[in-house]
């Protein structure tokens, strides 16, 4: 039986945060909260996998107790069984420090049911935007790493290999990898199914495992929360918008008021630079 | 690992000095923000008073190296061989965490794309080093500090956040293409070149790149020149044809606003503003689109901006240089009539020469 591990992240939706214009801080307050979407996709394609082969999905996820509702949220989708990881301790945790607790999470939940084959994370998260935590977790679990997949074309469990399509700048990548594998998820992956009656009865009546720094014993507390993240925000600001005292171009009708602005264009440099002339 | 536990001591760096950018290519091409970042990485150099190295990984690549010093490079690392043609993570992660134990760059550049992203990722965890994504603006403080002002666009691109790496060297940052500028390519740059050896065998490398598909008509807003971009006052996808069709007439590609994205008018891959993506096009036109913070952000650094819109008030008037307030139903029409009519006489003009 495959095991399929999904990390997930409870995230403020950041679409809805809005800026002070007084203060020029961020309004968090009502801003709901929401499993990363990248992460869902993620999740959907494991659940796909088990739909085809025999194999068992966990949800793991770092963050506070209000988290639980998304780690519901993934098992009225499907999910086997689904983990939070809790502590004041992990709070203020950069990139590093939270690849270092998923990294020890998987290896513990591998401990309960067996090693992970592959480990699914979002692309990057909708509040931290940076696309680091899964391959940092691949690199802390020595998995093979495939980030930006657009589309999982095949899983073989007997000859233990995936392979997928990454979506790069440039074009399209067909690479073919072998389990462990961690690959991140992109929202052409797949279309996020929606929940069941069933699951919805499951999710309701069940209690994600919360495991605190108590259930882990051997933890380096130098590498956890913010002493152990390297990065620091020194600043924040809102970006001053570059004025541009521009002319205001009009005329009597459409023609005309084009006819201005193209003989204005034309009087720059731009036709040479576009070989225009 | 290094002995920089201790948060309240700063440890002892001043074995790492340098400023490193890792250039990305295929197949023999390297990307354009590898020379943007060397662009960067040199004013960074230069304030710090050190060197500016590049890293260059892959299949006869050579000539990148020589390439890296026209833009800017002191010393180039080199490593060549027939298994590192196609970007796969270990074997690259492999060789630049050879150079930079080498070279103890203080500071290390990548590209924000999905390469640079990638490699990135897994260099910082290996080292461990703090890597902030996606920067778009970078300084230094002088020295003693010499400590790397890495910021970037923060919560959906409204607020930016300056990030900085205190206890840890090098300190790492993913730079967006486009936002910063090469140096002219000067062919009379000397340098030095080191070649490395690559440490890893195809047997040992358990991912296989099958297959590359070049997507040629790519929306590539980053390496664009003239943009025409629409947003929210076009109403629908309907008018997008009318905005390709100026595009066409001028030689450009068709841009979007977040919310002629979201409202499914449009694909995303149009989108001006988002995560990863900040334009510096030669022409950009702004059609109904009223100027959210991240969508200004995002192509404020173009050379010549138009904007059209029926709002008078609408803020992207504030970052225009040419300003129509009007029906762009009417006025879209006409320019790109107008456009022809220039192009059209030009071609007249050369056939009667």
């Known amino acids: 039986m495959l095991h399929i591990i999904v990390c997930i992240k409870q995230v403020p939706d950041s679409r809805e945060i809005r800026i002070d214009p007084v203060n020029n801080t961020l309004i968090r307050q009502g801003v709901p909260s929401i499993v990363n979407f990248y992460d869902l996709h993620g999740l959907e394609e494991a659940l796909r996998i088990k739909d085809e082969h025999n194999a068992r999905v966990t949800v793991v996820t770092m963050g506070p107790p209000p988290a639980e509702k998304s780690l519901k949220e993934c098992i009225s989708l499907g999910a086997d069984e689904a983990v939070l990881v809790t502590d004041r301790k992990f709070a203020g945790a950069d990139t590093l420090a939270t690849s270092y607790v998923v990294a020890r999470t998987i290896r513990k939940v591998e401990e309960l049911w067996g090693k992970a084959d592959i480990v699914f994370c979002g692309k990057q998260t909708l509040d931290g935007d940076t696309g680091q935590v899964g391959p940092g977790i691949a690199c802390r679990l020595d998995l093979e790493q495939l980030t930006y997949v657009g589309k999982v074309v095949d899983v073989n469990p007997v000859r233990r290999t995936v392979t997928v399509h990454r979506y790069l700048e440039d074009g399209l990548e067909v690479v073919e990898s072998s389990m462990p594998l961690l690959i991140t998820a992109l929202k052409e992956l797949n279309k996020v199914r929606r929940a069941s009656l069933p699951g919805m009865i499951r999710a309701a009546g069940y209690k994600p495992y919360i495991w605190t720094t108590a259930d882990f014993p051997d933890l380096d507390n130098a590498k956890i929360g913010l002493k152990g993240s390297p990065t620091i925000v020194s600043k924040t600001w809102v970006p001053e918008v570059r004025k541009i005292n521009g002319q205001i171009v009009s005329g009597e009708s459409p023609e005309q008021v084009a006819g201005e602005l193209v003989g204005k264009l034309w009087e720059s440099d731009l036709p040479e630079r576009f070989g225009w002339t | ?353």
């Open chain 2, 1 to 353: 690992m290094t002995a920089a536990r201790n948060a309240e001591q700063t440890p002892d760096w001043s074995d790492y000095r340098g400023v490193l950018v890792v250039v990305e290519q295929r197949d023999g091409e390297a990307k354009k923000v590898s020379w943007q970042l060397l662009g960067e990485g040199k004013k960074l150099a230069e304030k710090l008073d050190v060197q500016l190295i590049a890293l260059v990984i892959g299949h006869e690549v050579g000539h990148l190296a020589q390439e890296a010093i026209y833009y800017g490079a002191d010393k180039v690392f080199l490593c060549e061989a027939p298994e590192l043609k196609a970007y796969r993570t270990r074997p690259y992660s492999r060789i630049a965490m050879k150079v930079i134990g080498e070279a103890k760059p203080e500071i290390c550049l990548f590209g924000a794309t999905g390469t640079g992203r990638d490699l990135a990722g897994a260099i910082a965890t290996h080292l461990p080093t703090g890597l902030t994504a996606d920067t778009t603006e970078l300084d230094v403080e002088p020295p003693p500090s010499r400590l790397l002002l890495a910021s970037r666009p923060a919560f959906s691109e409204k607020m930016m956040a300056t990030i900085l790496c205190k206890q840890y060297r090098p300190q790492m940052a993913t730079a967006r293409a486009g936002v910063f500028q090469s140096l002219p390519r000067d062919a009379a740059r000397e340098g030095e070149v080191i070649r490395i050896e690559n440490a890893m065998t195809e047997e040992q490398i358990a991912t296989r790149v099958l297959d590359f598909i070049q997507e040629r008509d790519k929306i590539n807003l980053e390496e664009a020149e003239i943009i025409v971009a629409g947003g929210r006052g076009l109403g629908g996808p309907e008018p997008f044809v009318m905005l390709k069709e100026l595009a066409d007439a001028l030689g450009g590609i068709v841009g979007a606003s977040r919310a002629a994205v979201d409202a499914g008018w449009i694909k995303h891959e149009h989108q001006v503003g988002q995560t990863g993506c900040t334009v510096r096009p030669k022409l950009y036109f702004a059609i109904g689109i009223s100027g959210a913070v991240q969508h200004i952000v995002g192509m404020s650094n173009s050379d010549v901006i138009v904007a059209i819109n029926k709002d008078p008030e609408a803020p992207i008037f504030q970052t225009a240089h040419y300003r129509i307030v009007g029906d762009l139903f009417k006025i879209v029409p006409a320019i790109t009539a107008e456009v022809k009519k220039k192009r059209g006489e030009v071609k007249a003009y050369e056939r009667k020469v």
